[in-house]
C-alpha cells in the first residue's frame, strides 16, 4: 500500500507564495510520474504541473513562469512552489502519483488565495 502526505496549503494574499510537499511512503519504490493537480469548486480536477522520473516536466498554461515542480527521489517527495498566486488559483490541490502505471492520490490540500 502506498500513502501519500500532503501539507504546505492555506491562506495566502494575491502575490504571495507557497510551497506545497507531497512525501510517499509505504511500498513507494519506483515512482514513475508525479504531479499536482487541482480542483475548484464546482469545476474538474485539471493538471497543474507534473514530473517524470528524469525530470522532464510539463505545466498548465495558467500557471507557467509562476509555479515550479522538482522532486527528491531520495525522499521520495514531490514540490510545488507557487509564486505570485492569483484569486483563481484558489482550489483544493491533491498529489498523485504513478508507480508501476498505477496512480495514487493524495488527500488534497486546500490553497486559498484572497484578492
Known amino acids: 500500500q502506498v500513502q501519500l502526505v500532503e501539507s504546505g496549503g492555506g491562506l495566502v494574499q494575491a502575490g504571495g507564495s507557497l510551497r506545497l510537499s507531497c512525501a510517499a511512503s509505504?511500498?513507494?519504490?519506483?515512482?514513475?510520474?508525479m504531479g499536482w493537480y487541482r480542483q475548484a469548486p464546482g469545476s474538474q480536477r485539471d493538471l497543474v504541473a507534473r514530473?517524470?522520473?528524469?525530470?522532464?516536466?510539463n505545466y498548465a498554461d495558467s500557471v507557467k513562469g509562476r509555479f515550479t515542480i522538482s522532486r527528491d527521489n531520495a525522499k521520495n517527495t514531490v514540490y510545488l512552489q507557487m509564486n505570485s498566486l492569483k484569486a483563481e488559483d484558489t482550489a483544493v490541490y491533491y498529489c498523485?502519483?504513478?508507480?508501476?502505471?498505477?496512480?495514487?492520490w493524495g488527500q488534497g490540500t486546500q490553497v486559498t488565495v484572497s484578492s
Open positions: 514530473i517524470t522520473d528524469i525530470g522532464s516536466t
Open positions: 498523485r502519483v504513478i508507480i508501476r502505471g498505477r496512480p495514487y
Open positions: 509505504g511500498r513507494a519504490f519506483s515512482i514513475n510520474d
